[in-house]
């Protein structure tokens, strides 16, 4: 069995990339804001760590412990990040590249409220609804509604831009 530090290294090298992407979700594409987010919500990880009980997958527990350092990182600086929006929606896109098409998509994303936000970046990442069921703490067929509902907003969203 592995210690806490080598479990922690392969957790850190296995779900690395799926946490960044969560946060870089939660700050409408900011790569700095994201990696220090990622930085937070893996040294809540490595904190946690003696508390995992396997009541879920290591996935599922590392999800839910970067959903919450999300939530707490908006709620802290909640004014900070309604100036934010009001400035990204002040930017003219001139170009359409595929970078700029994500950062339209995250900036979209960000206009969404918490839960919405954090469901649609699970299923951006392809986990299976029973999973992020899990993690949100509803029914399966709750979740599908409300992933129908997302989506459609996401669309107005973008049409309106």
Request: hydrophobic share 35%; aromatic share 8%; glycine share 4%.
């Amino acid at each position: 069995m592995p210690n806490n530090h080598q479990l922690f290294e392969s957790l850190h090298a296995d779900y690395y990339p799926m946490v960044y992407q969560m946060c870089k979700g939660f700050v409408k594409g900011d790569e700095d804001q994201a990696s220090d987010l990622t930085q937070k919500a893996l040294i809540n990880t490595w904190r946690s760590l003696s508390k995992f009980k396997g009541a879920s997958s290591y996935k599922t527990w590392i999800y839910r412990i970067t959903v919450n350092t999300c939530l707490k990182y908006l709620r802290d600086n909640k004014s900070r990040n309604q100036t934010t929006i009001d400035e990204d929606i002040q930017i003219p896109d001139t170009e359409t590249s595929q970078n700029e098409t994500h950062q339209e998509l995250y900036q979209a994303i960000g206009k969404l409220g918490e839960v919405d936000r954090l469901i649609i970046m699970m299923v951006l990442d392809e986990l299976e609804y029973e999973e992020i069921a899990s993690v949100i703490g509803i029914s399966e067929s709750n979740l599908r509604v409300k992933i129908h509902r997302i989506k459609k907003k996401l669309k107005t969203i973008l049409s309106n831009e």
